[in-house]
């Protein structure tokens, strides 16, 4: 069992509200508040642990030290993800919330292909799913996500992103626009946005260890297995009141330093938000065929490319000339931003709105007043916004009282 010892570390809270037309707009906050921690989740793993190798002790500061030196290249392995928002299920909005969700640069024709990878995102942000990942260098990754007799399939090899739904036998893909010069040495090639492929854990831990002075609680807990393999037990926990996240776990692999386990725990209690990990691990080099796609004869090939109707915003997710305003810091960082003129918080029954999205916001929506005037708090069990009837969203891991607070201190 490894001692507890304390550290410190910071963490940049942020949120990101897509933006389409709009007759969307007015769905798309809410939506976002799932895909914040869609976003997050990505297309990664997560897992099962038993036993509590004996190892030697490591204090905080020597095991993120001991992250931070990993540079594991390769891998391939199964993993599962569970994730409990506590959020509806996401898969019956189909491509109509996920593409006013996701933030890509993929063209007007990307909309609507169940190939899509902002589509499978979404469905990821609720319910336990199975996954097989490899990784070959930053060039080089490839997840597939097991369904009933079906599997999606999300490859990177070099600018070439396909994904390919084989219950519908449709694909997607992308190609990377050239960059003047090559792309830095062990830096994978800029793709669109949305196409983007996750690695492994180590990109939640290395997030989640980003922060402000102060605002973090650093130590090591138990000593765990996991996918076969000895791990320390990174605990990350917020020092600040009304913050959302109780505890982030990360499992680390004592001998590579590479995070095995991902684990979030939300501060009302019950189980993990987000469980994310390997039950079956490899670190040697996968074959290149991994990595290889055609489309298959038949399929349907959407082809992304850049929009012509909607300039690129200045932050990535926000409408253009919304502007964002960051209110205090660390675990409990609240973005604000005001959407374009008109839009404000979405009225009941609106004729706007899909069916299924109306009963998708009427589940998650709190009607709440204060000095700022009126609104509605989307909520989930992590990411929480407050959206006002004049148009401004306040959004973050934190409590609904703190976004009020936040919307009344701003007026």
């Known amino acids: 069992m490894a001692p507890n010892d304390s550290a410190q570390t910071t963490d940049e809270a942020g949120a990101f509200v897509s933006h389409r037309r709009s007759k969307t707009v007015r769905y798309v906050v809410p939506v976002a508040v799932a895909g914040v921690a869609a976003a997050t989740i990505g297309l990664v793993p997560a897992l099962a642990a038993n036993g509590s190798p004996d190892l030697p002790k490591i204090t905080a500061q020597e095991l993120i030290e001991k992250i931070a ?12 993800i569970t994730t409990d928002l506590g959020l509806p299920s996401l898969a019956g909005l189909g491509g109509a919330a996920g593409g006013a969700l996701a933030p890509r640069g993929g063209g007007d024709d990307a909309k609507g292909s169940s190939a899509d990878p902002s589509t499978k995102a979404l469905e990821l942000s609720s ?3 199975t996954l097989r990942v490899a990784a070959d260098g930053p060039d080089k990754q490839r997840v597939s996500i097991l369904e009933n007799a079906a599997e999606y399939s999300l490859i990177h090899n070099g600018d070439q992103v396909w994904g390919y739904d084989s219950a519908t036998n449709q694909a997607f893909h992308a190609t990377r626009q050239a960059p003047k010069g090559d792309a830095p040495k062990g830096k994978a090639p800029q793709l669109p946005k949305g196409t983007e492929l996750p690695t492994t854990p180590k990109e939640f831990a290395e997030q989640a260890l980003k922060a402000s002075a102060g605002t973090t609680s650093v130590s090591v807990g138990d000593t765990a297995q996991i996918a076969g393999r000895d791990a320390y037990t990174l605990v990350i926990k917020p020092k600040q009141a009304g913050s959302t996240v109780d505890s982030v776990r990360v499992a680390v692999d004592a001998k590579t330093g590479t995070p095995l386990k991902f684990t979030l725990a939300p501060s009302g209690g019950g189980k993990a938000v987000l469980d994310v990990g390997f039950t079956k691990v490899d670190f040697g080099k996968p074959a290149a065929s991994t990595f290889d796609f055609k489309a298959p004869k038949g399929a349907k090939v959407t082809e992304s490319g850049p929009r012509k109707d909607q300039p690129k915003p200045a932050v990535p997710g926000v409408p253009s000339g919304g502007g964002v305003k960051v209110i205090g810091k660390g675990w409990t960082s609240i973005a604000e931003l005001k959407l374009p003129a008109g839009e404000g918080a979405p009225a009941a029954g609106s004729k706007d709105l899909p069916k299924e999205a109306q009963g998708f916001l009427d589940s998650l929506g709190d009607k709440v007043s204060g000095k700022f005037g009126s ?37």
């Open 375 to 411: 609104g509605t708090v989307f909520h989930t069990r992590v990411v929480n916004a407050l959206m006002t009837e004049d148009g401004r969203v306040y959004v973050g891991a934190v409590t609904k009282d703190a976004l009020v607070k936040a919307a009344d201190s701003a007026k």
């Open 127 to 129: 319910g336990t799913h």
């Open 69 to 80: 030196a990993s540079d594991t290249q390769q891998l391939s392995g199964s993993v599962k």
